[in-house]
């Protein structure tokens, strides 16, 4: 504790002097605002607008190029990006560990199927149309999340990270039993989404001479839930929410010394990032078409840990970085698993390309946290430094 | 009575090698402050050594060999990758814990495959049976070895001197180091203490009624994190007390499954932690945890 107060101090003061050079360690909004502000300002600005312009369109363009097994890989990767900016706001920028996120995304996941699919055979449904259930279902996981704030408020770092994996031993339990919501074992089939005349399903579109299907369609609600989503958190950690988060990771006493209401922003932020949990969860229902409790489990939470870890902690970007980076990874494993050497088909005996990939992100998290702390987006940061610093 | 009486003896019985796994993680918490969620994979290397090498030479030898093993391997991760840490975060530090889990777990689990591994005990199926009430003898066995176990750690942990340095670390690092108390053995024989400990009860979490080890024990491990919190992280009589609630919540829950009904099948591998959040309502820091006296 006296360290961390230690720590506390000197970031502070490395800030304001405004040397910002070396960001003095925790990567907090005055840190970044104060580096900046030393790059001339006009150029950087131009660069940064042109490289993210040049970016967005090729995403926008992609789905005209790629098959379906990339489209798929991708939109996991999006979906995947909202869940870690969820938890990058709640373990990255207020150190609060959760390894509870996989039930929140269930939340998500199920909760659209219900509101959105139709009464039939055993399962119950409400059959609301498609931009209702979107929206209540994210109402719902952070209603879950927010049922959980006694806890959440209260229990830090990784004394939460227990409590929240009873969560996830709640929602196997759950999604396992409640047959005629979940469909049980097997799960259940989710409803086409359809919004403002589109139905995201295989229905074929001709675009441009390029057939559209669900994964083409679906690319774009993607690409703009990623965007509003990464524009919401970047907001929230850059103003006065992010900086009472920061506080409260770095050094709780002063933080509430100062005026800042701990337990009701942890609890706030668990419900938030409940929120964006259960947006993921929809959309990687959408991807599936089917939704199964196995896929909820504990590795899944250990997946986003990994995510915004081997990304950057803390960050919009590095929870996008990570995202990517960790879904990309046994796809890309899988595709080329016969190109590669060490890894061989699943059940043959060898190291199957999933068991590849836990390999490396587990590698990658340790090495990371050791030798890189701040995760891949601190990398290229510093690399953009130092040629600067060059130049 | 007796249904309620082999209950409570078999939920004693397995809540003494939850202690025994928790014990080991608060141990660890204490000497080094990291919450390590390695442990369900130092269980299984254990369990995994001690089931493949029985055959060769033997249960006894297989033990020993696995405890040495489990203990040689939490010792190497402090070693590589504990101490390589120089931020302040411990939070960030019980993410690598998880990394270093992902790594093992998923090596031993493809080691395992599909296999059930049984463990060749000594004490088979045999049942002792005393008036009414029968209770497998693995389960007594494994009530005693906890016992006594624990109770030899307890000893050490007051009277020698690895047990005061021990005590020293967790109470103020600096000041110990400053006596001349070596952090870096400190830790590094607390992970080894601890990787000992899992494999004991790796052991009797894989021997009757249970067929033998398989990829899900590491998530029967799992439950003792419910034991430890629920004790409170920095408390040895915790991690014991912890254990014993969870131990027999489980197995009353497993077994008045069918007047359960209502709240659908397999409620006894839940309650553990519907138990701990519970407990965390009322007192946040666990039952017999340091409760934080800063309030602002």
């Known amino acids: 504790m006296s360290e961390s107060t230690t720590a506390a101090t000197t970031g502070s003061a490395g800030t304001a002097k405004a040397s910002g050079a070396s960001g003095a360690g925790s990567a907090t909004g005055r840190g970044r605002r104060a ?7 006009r150029r950087a600005a131009a660069y940064t607008v042109a490289a993210a312009a040049a970016g967005g369109l090729l995403l926008l363009a992609l789905p005209f190029y790629l098959d379906r097994f990339w489209l798929q890989a991708g939109l996991l990767a999006m979906a995947a990006a909202i869940g870690a900016i ?23 996941a199920y909760g659209y199927c219900v509101l959105a699919g139709d009464t039939g055979g055993e399962l119950t449904g409400l059959g609301l149309p498609g931009w209702l259930a979107v929206t209540g279902a994210v109402a719902l996981a952070g209603a879950a999340g927010g049922l959980f704030s006694p806890i959440a408020g209260r229990l830090r770092g990784a004394y939460l990270g227990i409590a929240t994996l009873a969560l996830v031993f709640i929602g196997q339990h759950v999604l396992l039993n409640a047959h005629d919501l979940t469909g049980g074992y097997n799960g259940r089939p989710v409803p086409p989404l359809s919004l403002l005349g589109i139905t995201f399903d295989d229905t074929e579109t001709v675009v441009a ?21 990464a524009f919401f958190a970047h907001g929230v950690l850059r103003d006065r929410p992010g900086r009472a988060l920061n506080a409260i990771r770095d050094h709780r006493i002063a933080a509430g010394v100062m005026g800042v209401p701990v337990a009701r922003q942890r609890a706030g932020v668990f419900v938030l990032s409940s929120m964006y949990a259960g947006l993921a969860g929809v959309l990687l229902a959408l991807v599936f078409q089917q939704t199964v409790p196995e896929y909820f489990g504990i590795v899944l939470a250990l997946e986003y840990l990994a995510m915004i870890v081997i990304g950057g902690l803390g960050s919009v970007s590095g929870a996008v970085t990570g995202a990517v980076f960790v879904t990309l990874l046994p796809q890309i494993l899988t595709r080329y698993s016969e190109a590669l050497p060490l890894v061989s088909a699943p059940g043959t005996g060898g190291v199957a ?30 690399r953009g430094h130092t040629k600067k610093d060059e130049a | 009575m007796t249904t309620f009486v082999e209950l409570l003896l078999s939920g004693l019985s397995i809540g003494s090698v939850y202690a025994l796994i928790a014990l080991g993680f608060v141990i660890i918490f204490k000497a080094t402050e990291v919450v390590n969620f390695a442990h369900a994979s130092l269980l299984l ?69 599909a296999r059930v591994l049984p463990m060749g005990d000594p004490w088979g199926a045999q049942v002792l049976t005393l008036g009414s009430v029968s209770i497998p003898q693995t389960r007594v066995a494994a009530f005693v070895t906890a016992a006594l176990i624990i109770g030899a750690f307890l000893l050490a942990f007051r009277f020698t001197s690895w047990g005061v340095a021990m005590r020293a670390v967790a109470e103020h690092p600096e000041t110990a180091a400053l006596m001349g108390i070596r952090l870096g053995r400190v830790s590094s ?65 497993a077994g008045y499954q069918s007047d359960l009904t209502f709240l659908g099948r397999g409620i006894g591998d839940l309650a553990p932690y519907l138990v701990m959040l519970l407990v965390l309502l009322v007192r946040p820091a666990g039952l017999f945890g340091t409760r934080e006296l800063s309030r602002v």
């Open chain 1, 353 to 382: 390309p999933g068991e590849m990939s836990r390999y490396l992100y587990g590698a990658a998290i340790v090495a990371i946290v050791l030798f890189l702390p701040g995760g891949l987006v601190r990398l290229a940061a510093r």
């Open chain 1, 209 to 229: 001479a390029v057939p559209f299907q669900s994964m083409e369609k679906l690319w774009y609600a993607g690409l703009v839930l990623l965007a509003v989503c």
């Open chain 2, 189 to 253: 024989s607390a992970w080894a203490v601890a990787g000992a400990l899992a494999t004991v009860a790796a052991l009797f979490l894989t021997v009757f009624p249970t067929p033998g080890l398989e990829r899900g024990t590491s998530l029967v491990a799992l439950k003792a994190f419910p034991a430890a919190i629920l004790g409170g992280l920095d408390s040895t009589t915790g991690a014991l007390v912890g254990g014993l609630v969870i131990g027999v919540t489980q197995s009353m829950a």
């Open chain 1, 86 to 108: 969820g938890l990058n706001l709640l373990t990255g920028a207020t150190g609060q560990l959760s390894l509870g996120h996989s039930f929140f995304l269930a939340v998500g």
């Open chain 1, 35 to 41: 580096r900046a502000r030393v790059r001339p300002p």
């Open chain 2, 45 to 113: 290397a254990g369990g995994y050594l001690t089931a493949v090498l029985r055959d060769d030479i033997g249960f006894w030898a297989a033990l020993l060999v696995g405890v040495a093993g489990a203990a040689a391997v939490g010792a190497l991760v402090e070693f590589l990758v504990i101490r390589r840490y120089r931020g302040h975060d411990h939070s960030v530090l019980a993410i690598v814990t998880i990394g270093v889990d992902i790594v093992l777990v998923t090596e031993l689990t493809r080691q395992i495959g």
